[in-house]
C-alpha cells in the first residue's frame, strides 16, 4: 500500500569504476546522451587565481569576499571561475558574458536551457558536469576529508548500507563515499538539495526501488536516476546522476 503523501523512486548504480582524465575541452557541443565531466585539482588550479577572479560576476566576487578563510575563498574563486570558463566554451562566449539564474532552492541553471550543467567542490579538486539533454546531477569528495563516516552514516543512511559500510573493514571510508556521493548527486540533479531525504535513498545496490516522502523532492525528482560512481586517482571519489541511462561520459582534467 502506498502512504498518501509518497511515491516511488527507482535509482539504477554502476560503479565504482576506475577512471583516468582523457583529452581536452571539446570545441563542439555535446550530442544527446553524452555527458562531459571537467576535473581539476586545486593545487595546480591555483596559478591562475587571478585570471579566473577577473572572469566572475559582481555578485559573485562579493561572496567571494565573504568568507573568512583564504583556503575557502580561493576555492571558490577558482571553482566558479572555471565553471565560467568552461560554460564560456560550451555556450560560444567569453565566460563574464554567461548569465546564470536559480531555480527555488538555488540550484543554478541557463537561462533557455542551452545546456544543463551543474558544479561540485571539494576540499582539495572540483568538477562540472555538462549534459546537452537532461538534468544533470554531480557531486566529488576527497579521501582526506575528514568526517565521522560511521556517526554521519548511522544519521543519513539506509540501515542496509550502514550494514554495509560497516562490514568493509579499511575500506570503510571508501565504501561511504562511494554512497554520500550518490546521495547528494541524485539530490542535485533533482535541484532540490536538502538533506533531510538522505536517509529515505537507497543506493547501495545496481536497482534501488523505495518510497520517498518529502514533498518538495517528490514534485521536483525525476521518476528514475541513472548513477555513476568513479574514482579518479586514489584519493578523489564522484558520481554523476541523470534522468535517463547516458551511453558516453568523458572525463577531462584542467590543469
Not at 23 to 40: C, D, H, I, N, Q
Request: with cysteine; proline share 6%; hydrophobic share 40%.
Amino acid at each position: 500500500m502506498v502512504a498518501r503523501g509518497s511515491r516511488e523512486l527507482i535509482v539504477h548504480c554502476s560503479g565504482p569504476f576506475d577512471i583516468r582524465p582523457k583529452g581536452l575541452l571539446p570545441s563542439t557541443r555535446l550530442v544527446g546522451k553524452e555527458v562531459l565531466l571537467v576535473y581539476a585539482a586545486l593545487p595546480p588550479l591555483r596559478r591562475r587565481l587571478n585570471e579566473l577572479t577577473e572572469v566572475l560576476d559582481p555578485a559573485e566576487r562579493t561572496r567571494a569576499d565573504r568568507f573568512l578563510t583564504d583556503g575557502s575563498r580561493d576555492r571558490y574563486i577558482l571553482g566558479h571561475g572555471l565553471l565560467r570558463e568552461v560554460l564560456g566554451r560550451t555556450l560560444g562566449c567569453a565566460p563574464h558574458e554567461v548569465t546564470m539564474e536559480r531555480g527555488r532552492h538555488g540550484k543554478p541553471h541557463l537561462p533557455g536551457n542551452e545546456a544543463y550543467f551543474n558544479f561540485s567542490d571539494t576540499k582539495d579538486a572540483v568538477l562540472i558536469g555538462l549534459s546537452p539533454d537532461q538534468e544533470i546531477g554531480v557531486d566529488i569528495e576527497t579521501l582526506h576529508r575528514r568526517v565521522d563516516h560511521d556517526a554521519v552514516a548511522g544519521h543519513y543512511f539506509t540501515e542496509p548500507e550502514v550494514a554495509w559500510i560497516r562490514a568493509s573493514g579499511p575500506a570503510a571510508k571508501a565504501r561511504f563515499l562511494d554512497l554520500w556521493t550518490r546521495k547528494e548527486a541524485i539530490l542535485k540533479a533533482s535541484g532540490v538539495g536538502i538533506m533531510d531525504d538522505l536517509h529515505s535513498l537507497r543506493v547501495d545496490r545496481p536497482r534501488n526501488a523505495f518510497m520517498i516522502g518529502h514533498a518538495e523532492f517528490i514534485a521536483m525528482a525525476a521518476p528514475e536516476y541513472h548513477v555513476r560512481t568513479m574514482h579518479v586517482g586514489p584519493d578523489h571519489f564522484l558520481s554523476v546522476a541523470t534522468e535517463r541511462a547516458v551511453e558516453h561520459m568523458h572525463l577531462v582534467e584542467v590543469v
